[in-house]
């Protein structure tokens, strides 16, 4: 019974008239990264998680977009062990948190450069997260695609891929000895993972 709106040709653009068809209609935005601290307590139930089936995990990989998963997972997960490593995977197209803490800017909009199967990636980040990530996160990173529907029989987005990617081709700089990657989501297109299939 839903209705779908789709509006912009980006995350943000989209995030932005989103947002003022909320405010001229009267409704309730529910956003996963902005500023919604419970929405970020939600997210880090999977830091609690991770750390109830597997107490001796000592690094955690997970994907950034707006960084709202990210930041709830290491506030949760420090808590509990706070020498665990926290590693943060973005797309090179759209790196909006790696530069927010190396520049010390909060970039709400972040502009995406060249082509990412990483949809989910892209765009700005949160105000909570860029303003509290930096304490908890402890460094940021189209065949893991593939690999992960061929060889693990898992469909799981480009975006949730970055973590396999990561630790596939950049091991060393990951580390740990026991390490959690969180897969996201599986919200890939159908074109999109036939195309990355025959590739």
Known sequence: GGQVLRLGKNYD????????????HDMTKIDA?????KIYGGQGT???EILEQRPDIDTIVVPIGGGGLITG??????AIKPDIRIIGVQTEACPAMIKALEDHVFYHEYPVTGDTVCDALVGGVGKLSYEIAGDYVDDLIRKAVKY??????IIAEGGSCTTVAAVRDFRERVGGKKVAL???GGNIDGDLMVS???D
Do not use: C, F, P, R
């Not at 990264?33 to 601290?37: E, F, L, T």
């Open 148 to 153: 992960m529907i061929k060889d693990e029989k």
């Open 33 to 37: 990264y902005y500023d919604d601290v």
């Open 196 to 198: 990355l299939l025959n």
């Open 46 to 48: 999977v830091g609690v």
């Open 13 to 24: 653009e989209a995030d932005k008239l989103g947002t003022e068809y909320i405010l001229e």
């Open 73 to 78: 997972i290491a506030v949760a997960a420090k």
């Open 182 to 184: 969180v897969i996201s």
